[in-house]
């Protein structure tokens, strides 16, 4: 039992250290755009011409916003089993069938601008995972 929990807080800690390197790439290409179209505006950020908001009124607004909450009334996210399908869900990762552009003989692929990457992933996993006998949707109206 303890070689379990120390396994699945490994991979905790490092499915949260690829979430932050994640999200600081994400503000790196975010401030890039940001510097890049400051640069090439007649109006300052902040201007009603601007369509760059000033950084001042942008850091004032994020924090006159109250802290994240997860916590829904009235609804148990059950945090510790949806990580562990999410861990389950790693082996059929290696599988996926979906390439990245439009191929002959492929119904579906990730670039397309409906249904994108997570989509294709965590339904291809919750159907191999959970294998059920008819897939599809269910008429609603009479």
């Not at 807080?9 to 979430?19: A, G, I």
């Amino acid at each position: 039992m303890l070689v379990f929990l120390v396994s699945q807080s490994r991979v905790k800690v490092k499915f949260m250290k690829s979430f932050f390197v994640w999200c600081h790439q994400i503000l790196r290409r975010l401030h890039f755009a940001y510097v890049s179209l400051w640069q090439v505006q007649e109006f300052s950020p902040g201007h009603f011409q601007s369509p760059l908001p000033d950084e001042k009124d942008v850091l004032e607004y994020i924090q006159s916003k109250r802290p994240y909450s997860s916590d829904v009334p009235g609804v148990k996210m059950n945090r510790e089993h949806q990580f562990n399908v999410l861990s389950e869900y790693r082996e059929f990762y290696e599988h996926l069938p979906f390439p990245e552009q439009k191929t002959e003989g492929k119904r579906y692929y990730y670039s397309n601008s409906f249904f994108g990457y997570s989509d294709a992933i965590f339904l291809y996993s919750f159907l191999r995972k959970n294998q059920p006998k008819r897939a599809g949707l269910a008429r609603t109206l009479g």
